[in-house]
């Protein structure tokens, strides 16, 4: 099992463009967040799918829009980048039957907005 | 203020020194109480969990809950050179949903 698998692991954007993280999981999961990490900051919630077809907001949403394309997937895209969304990108999945705290991480995506 | 309280550190210690680490907390409704460790450059990976109060132990590992102090503890035993790296407190309420609220994160060095 390759666990949670998160792609690109580095981006370099200029302000005002696009991209898409791409985040899959093999583990069978009915939940995938979106977390970003930053200095001093801790990690903060993006957006969260509870199961596939449901999608919310967490704490920071601002800025992002997610899709669950399917169990297994689940992408964040910034539509305009701004420097603020310079960060590391995290994408974690869960399963009921082993709680909601129990999170798996993927690899992280470290995107820098220039 | 943030829900969850950790100190940042960095927290350097002599190998087989016995760690403490804290985080403390102002929701009164959080019950699940983890601790992530994180390497650097890698994703965080869950240590250890617990339900509401008391001790919990897993090798080195014992993680502490005092739901009357809002405050947790992790303890690692004979401390190694690889357990440096970050360590992050995280906690829920039951019937929050899917969040969990993470404390910043202790960098723990372990020198030899």
């Known amino acids: 099992n390759a666990g949670v698998t998160q792609t690109p692991k580095f981006q370099v954007l200029k302000t005002g463009q696009s991209m898409t993280l791409q985040c899959a999981q093999d583990?069978?999961?009915?939940?995938m967040y979106w977390y970003r990490q930053d200095p001093g900051m801790g990690l903060r919630l993006i957006y969260y799918s509870a199961s596939e077809g449901t999608t919310d907001k967490g704490e920071v949403p601002n800025g992002y829009n997610v899709s669950r394309l399917n169990k297994r997937e689940f992408s964040l895209r910034l539509e305009s980048a701004a420097p603020s969304q310079t960060s590391v990108y995290f994408c974690?999945?869960?399963?009921?039957?082993?709680?909601?705290?129990?999170?798996?991480f993927g690899p992280g995506t470290r995107l820098t907005v220039t | 203020q943030k829900e969850v309280e950790q100190d940042p550190g960095p927290l350097s210690v002599p190998e087989g020194a016995i760690v403490s680490l804290n985080c403390t907390y102002s929701n009164s409704a959080f019950q699940y109480f983890m601790w992530y460790r994180q390497y650097s450059r890698k994703g965080p990976e869950l240590l250890m969990y617990t339900y509401s109060s008391g001790n919990k132990e897993d090798g080195r590992f014992t993680a502490q809950v005092d739901k009357s102090s809002k405050y947790i503890s992790l303890f690692i035993r004979d401390s190694q050179p690889s357990d440096s790296a970050t360590y992050l407190c995280?906690?829920?309420?039951?019937?929050?949903?899917?969040?969990?609220?993470f404390g910043k994160g202790t960098s723990l060095l372990v020198t030899p």
């Open positions: 974690a999945s869960s399963s009921p039957d082993r709680g909601v705290y129990e999170q798996y």
């Open positions: 995280a906690m829920s309420a039951l019937g929050s949903g899917y969040a969990l609220n």
């Open positions: 583990m069978n999961h009915n939940s």
